[in-house]
């Protein structure tokens, strides 16, 4: 394979790989945004709040927070690598 395809391929790979990455993170934003929903009508209720519903407010939020900071960073270091391949 001549040296040109190899670097269309690689660069093809990458593309795809940088698309699953940044679509990975919609969902989470969705889940997200709906955290930061419900926390808001909670706010304006102004109910007695069950800690328990917090607690899982809390863990979604956190647990979707975490793998959008990993996908965030994935495809900080997918585009910095192809950044080095275009360099070389």
Partial sequence: MPKEEIKTQLKD???IR???V???IEPELRRLNAVISNLTVLAVAQDNI???ALTVLA???NDAIGRVSSSWRDAFDLVHAAQRRLTN
């Fill in 13 to 15: 790979d990458a593309d």
């Fill in 18 to 20: 940088l698309r699953e």
């Fill in 22 to 24: 940044l679509s990975g």
């Fill in 50 to 52: 069950e800690p328990t």
């Fill in 59 to 61: 863990e979604v939020g």
